[in-house]
């Protein structure tokens, strides 16, 4: 079993940045990609960005690419997300999610390929 505990989210004017970050514990070798995704009120929750273990690729939705960036400290099983140039429409609770081995893969953007999933931290962006 894998658990994923977020931090680094609160409240920030437009144009500002935030760092999430996302710890791993338990059995992390099950984990093939890690994420986030973000759920704003009313809305669908959406991914935002992710990376497969061991692999160098990242992934970014169209609406957070070259503001938000993804790293990895890999001793301390950790994902982080850069969070520049905020704007209101980012505002939501983001997610931490991660890949089982053994579950069925449908893309990184879709919420159904991610077994794991953090209990979430509040980001929001004011005009």
């Known amino acids: 079993r894998v658990q994923l505990v977020e931090s680094g989210g609160g409240s920030v004017e437009a144009g500002g940045s935030l760092r999430l970050s996302c710890a791993a514990s338990?059995?992390?070798?099950?984990?093939?990609?890690m994420g986030w995704f973000r759920q704003a009120l009313g809305k669908e929750r959406e991914g935002v960005a992710a990376?497969?273990?061991?692999?160098?690729?990242?992934y970014y939705a169209d609406s957070v690419k070259d503001r938000f960036t993804l790293s990895r400290d890999d001793a301390k099983n950790t994902l982080y997300l850069q969070m520049n140039s905020l704007e209101p429409d980012d505002t939501a609770m983001y997610y931490c999610?991660?890949?089982?081995?053994?579950?069925?893969?449908?893309?990184?953007?879709?919420?159904?390929?991610?077994?794991?999933w953090g209990q979430g931290t509040q980001v929001t962006v004011s005009s």
């Open positions: 999610a991660g890949v089982s081995r053994t579950g069925a893969w449908l893309g990184w953007k879709d919420a159904r390929s991610f077994a794991y």
């Open positions: 338990g059995d992390t070798t099950d984990i093939l990609y």
């Open positions: 990376v497969p273990i061991g692999g160098s690729a990242m």
